[in-house]
């Protein structure tokens, strides 16, 4: 993967975590609940799940891109649109911050587990996952490399938009 493409994708994905959302919601809640130490157990319930979601996005892309090539230029090209809907959505609908009477769950383990259980609920994360990462992966180069790349990388802003909500 060129430098180049590598910062576009480090764009894209950054901006694409920053709209709030449940796993954001979460942790704003869990943070001003029980503070940033300890809520950042929820960003490793994220991270957690965002592997999950990465893993079955890579078994999936590599799937189709083997079986077969147009098939998967027409997923590039769903995702995308998913992309701009979804922005488009976020755009309109503004937001607020739900007011919940519930308490944080007290361990670290609930706390994990709460994230996880959230992010993988989520239908919009596994189809976020599905449309930016295919965007970047090229039928040139082996799968390995490029997965090598934008996975770490993929993880490593997951985990700094979320430690910052």
């Keep these: 993967m060129a430098f180049d493409q590598w910062l576009i994708f480090v764009a894209i994905w950054t901006l694409a ?3 709030l959302g449940p796993n954001a919601l979460n942790c704003i809640a869990v943070s ?3 503070g940033f130490t300890r809520s950042l157990w929820s960003v490793a319930g994220i991270l957690g799940a965002a592997l999950c979601h990465k893993t079955a996005v890579i078994f999936g892309a590599a799937t189709i ?3 077969n090539a147009e098939l998967f230029y027409v997923l590039k090209f769903c995702g995308a649109a998913y992309l701009i809907w979804m922005g488009i959505s ?4 503004g937001g607020e911050l739900p007011q919940s009477s519930e308490r944080a769950p007290a361990s670290r383990f609930q706390i994990a587990r709460r994230a996880i259980v959230i992010s993988m609920s989520n239908p919009k994360a596994i189809f976020s ?3 930016i990462l295919s965007q970047f992966i090229s039928q ?3 799968l390995a490399g ?3 790349v934008l996975v770490p990388t993929a993880l490593a802003i997951t985990a700094v938009v979320f430690i910052g909500f």
């Design 65 to 67: 891109l083997l079986a």
């Design 140 to 142: 040139d180069i082996p």
């Design 90 to 93: 976020l755009w309109r609908e």
């Design 129 to 131: 996952y599905l449309a």
């Design 146 to 148: 490029q997965l090598m």
């Design 32 to 34: 001003a609940r029980i």
């Design 17 to 19: 975590g920053l709209p």
